[in-house]
Nanobody, 124 residues
Framework: QVQLAESGGGLVQAGGSLRLSCAAS????????MGWYRQAPGKQRELVAT???????DYADSVKGRFTISRDNANPTVYLQMNSLKPEDTAVYYC??????????????????WGQGTQVTVSS
């Protein structure tokens, strides 16, 4: 099993910055894609940014130039630096990782894991 611990959400004024962190732990053999998603009230969950194990990144058009995703492979953690925040960025932010694990009982397994979510509120 893989556990994800998110932190860094909060309340910030428009134009401000926040940094989200998501640390993975457990019997992890490898992690491929790590990413951030968000869900605003009444809306579907949407992709914010992803980063591969080699460092390739992808961003939603709405956050390009303002958000930066990064990762620490040694201590499996993914970060989201959010600058120039706007009220429309208000949402619950979730991290997701695609992890490969091994256990004697279950053998090899690759699946996605989600964090519990952290609230980001941007006031105008």
């Amino acid at each position: 099993q893989v556990q994800l611990a998110e932190s860094g959400g909060g309340l910030v004024q428009a134009g401000g910055s926040l940094r989200l962190s998501c640390a993975a732990s457990g019997k992890i053999f490898s992690i491929n894609i790590m990413g951030w998603y968000r869900q605003a009230p009444g809306k579907q969950r949407e992709l914010v940014a992803t980063i591969s194990s080699s460092g390739s990144t992808d961003y939603a058009d709405s956050v390009k130039g303002r958000f930066t995703i990064s990762r620490d492979n040694a201590n499996p953690t993914v970060y989201l630096q959010m600058n120039s925040l706007k009220p429309e960025d208000t949402a619950v932010y979730y991290c997701k990782v695609d992890a490969r694990t091994y256990s004697i009982r279950s053998g090899w397994n690759t699946r996605e894991y989600w964090g519990q979510g952290t609230q980001v509120t941007v006031s105008s």
